[in-house]
């Protein structure tokens, strides 16, 4: 009985993905939860980031110049955060910061992720 159940409703959801109106709004219900999992994605990734910059300038090399150009070519994971986004970066006098622009997809808002590290 739970077999065809569990059956059912796989079938269930797959026409419901086939139908464009319905996969939409199952698509909306299942953002929150979706950006939650994200979420939890970015500051590890967040922490290698910072890691490799602070050895770039352990090693002497200094920040990079081209940010992006550095998440594309050196980064060892994805120059996007979950949303599509490329990370950013913001050097100071005494470190650097690096975050996620999060699900709203706009910089400076609330839901941004980020991670600062102070330099020696």
Known sequence: MLKKLFTLVVLA????MVVPKTRA????KARP?????KSKIVPSRL????????ARVNRGEGLPSNFDGWLRREFTSSPEDP???LYYF?????GFLVGSMGPD???GTP??????????
């Not at 959801?13 to 419901?16: E, K, R």
């Not at 939860?33 to 999992?37: E, T």
């Open 13 to 16: 959801l797959a026409v419901g």
């Open 25 to 28: 709004a199952m698509t909306e």
């Open 33 to 37: 939860l979706l950006d939650g999992l």
């Open 47 to 54: 922490e290698a980031m910072s890691s490799q910059l602070t």
């Open 83 to 85: 949303w599509g986004n």
């Open 90 to 94: 913001e050097s100071h006098r005494s």
């Open 105 to 107: 997809g706009q910089r």
């Open 111 to 120: 839901d941004d992720i980020t991670r600062e590290q102070r330099l020696r």
